[in-house]
């Protein structure tokens, strides 16, 4: 089976702070994806990759960055994190073609306070 | 641009009773269209999907969908609903070829009642 690994369920962090977000795939998978859920207002974009070291602006990038330096990994940046960050961070993978569905991690839970 | 529209936030049905869930699509051509479901706390689990082919998609846990182009629809249904069914249900869409970027909806939260 696909798995798609996060590598904390609930993280609490301070204003300011810089914020890593570690996501892991092991299906060799070349599309990832980080996404934001909020309550009433679905999953958001915030950045995909399409391929090792290739990265592209979703809808709501603004106060992130990311990083995929391996296949694998894919990490999401908070730069200086601040309260209206706080919600729920979902990864996913999926194999390149349109018909491929996405396979998603269990999700962080981050809280800036 | 793709988008998708789902349009009931909550519905409550009993348990045994039938279900439906609607979902509507935005998309110039014959889009990919799926159903994922999240459990409390949890990530999206792929229910369905449809690219081509027979209209009425069978997908786990006894869900299927029907794919109606005139109504730009991709209703999910099932016959009989479990208490396990409570969850969020999203329905996404995707661009036909290449490396497409799912679009997801707002999520439809399903209550289920004793």
């Known amino acids: 089976d696909v798995k798609v690994t996060q590598s904390s369920r609930y993280l609490v962090k301070r204003t300011g702070e810089k914020v890593f977000l570690e996501c892991v795939q092991d299906m060799d998978h070349e599309n990832m994806f980080w996404y934001r859920q909020d309550p009433g207002l679905g999953l958001r974009l915030i950045y995909f990759?399409?391929?090792?070291?290739?990265?592209e602006k979703g809808d709501i990038p603004e106060g992130y960055s990311v990083s995929r330096e391996k296949k694998e990994r894919f990490s999401l940046i908070l730069e200086s994190a601040s309260t209206n960050q706080t919600s729920m961070y979902l990864c996913?993978?999926?194999?390149?073609?349109?018909?491929?569905?996405?396979?998603f991690g269990q999700g962080t839970r981050l809280t800036v306070v | 641009a793709q988008s998708v529209t789902q349009p009931d936030i909550h519905i409550t049905v009993s348990e045994g009773a039938s279900l439906e869930l609607r979902c509507n699509y935005s998309?110039?051509?014959?889009?990919?269209l799926f159903w994922y479901v999240q459990s409390p706390g949890q990530g999206l689990q792929l229910l369905l999907k449809?690219?081509?082919?027979?209209?009425l998609v069978q997908g786990i846990k006894g869900f299927e969908a029907e794919f109606k182009r005139s109504q730009s629809s991709f209703n999910l249904r099932k016959p009989s609903v479990h208490w396990s069914d409570a969850a969020e249900y999203f329905c996404a869409v995707g661009a036909s070829g290449g490396s497409y970027i799912p679009t997801f909806g707002r999520g439809t939260s399903l209550i289920v009642h004793p």
């Open positions: 998309y110039g051509a014959t889009p990919y």
């Open positions: 996913a993978s999926r194999k390149s073609g349109g018909y491929n569905e996405a396979f």
């Open positions: 990759s399409y391929d090792v070291k290739m990265k």
């Open positions: 449809y690219f081509s082919g027979d209209t």
